[in-house]
């Protein structure tokens, strides 16, 4: 939600945050949150707007649809 409205985010780098954010140009991952944070106060805002784009509904659906995988069909 940050993202989408151009702020970056400030995470821990562990599985979620890391799997988004790409550091230091979207958001900064450090264990120091208060270090992160006044990192993230030096990035361009227009980066993650941009970054939660890739995320809308239509992009998310594609991505859901071409993972799923055929099934047999049940026998009678």
Known sequence: EAMACGVPVAAHHVMGPRDIITNGVDGVLDENLEKAAIAC????????????????????????????????????
Not at 41 to 66: E, I, V
């Open 41 to 76: 106060l030096a990035l361009d805002r227009t980066r993650p707007r941009q970054k939660a784009l890739q995320y809308s509904w239509d992009a998310s659906t594609a991505l859901f649809l071409n993972h799923l995988v055929p099934t047999h069909p049940h026998q009678k």
